[in-house]
């Protein structure tokens, strides 16, 4: 397992952005795929972006499509969550989550190393 630290988050207007960063502990973090996940008050942890080991391959949620974009940087071990127009509804704790080998999927139970999370709250 790979230990993840998320930073970002805080409270902004909708319409507004934010960029979230997820640090790894492992330099052969470039051989994980990375994934965001949120959970908002009393519902479910849902996926929201996943990108494979080289950034080549990516994949969104259809809420926050057009909206959020997921990058790395493995020479920095660092994933990256870029939200654009944020909307009351995208208020939740954002996880980070990675997943040693290849293959990208949407599916929680995929991801064996989590963080603990970072709040997002945007109001209206």
């Known amino acids: 397992q790979v230990q993840l630290v998320e930073s970002g988050g805080g409270l902004v207007q909708a319409g507004g952005s934010l960029r979230l960063s997820c640090a790894a502990s492992?330099?052969?973090?470039?051989?994980?795929?990375a994934g965001w996940f949120r959970q908002a008050p009393g519902k479910e942890r849902e996926f929201v972006a996943a990108?494979?080991?080289?950034?080549?391959?990516?994949i969104y949620t259809d809420s926050v499509k057009g909206r959020f974009s997921i990058s790395r940087d493995n020479a920095k071990n660092t994933v990256y969550l870029q939200m654009n127009s944020l909307k009351p509804e995208d208020t939740a704790v954002y996880y980070c989550?990675?997943?040693?080998?290849?293959?990208?999927?949407?599916?929680?139970?995929?991801?064996?190393?989590w963080g603990q999370g970072t709040q997002v709250t945007v109001s209206s």
């Open positions: 989550a990675a997943h040693q080998g290849p293959g990208i999927k949407q599916v929680e139970s995929y991801f064996e190393s």
């Open positions: 492992r330099r052969t973090f470039s051989n994980y795929v």
């Open positions: 990108i494979s080991w080289r950034g080549a391959a990516t």
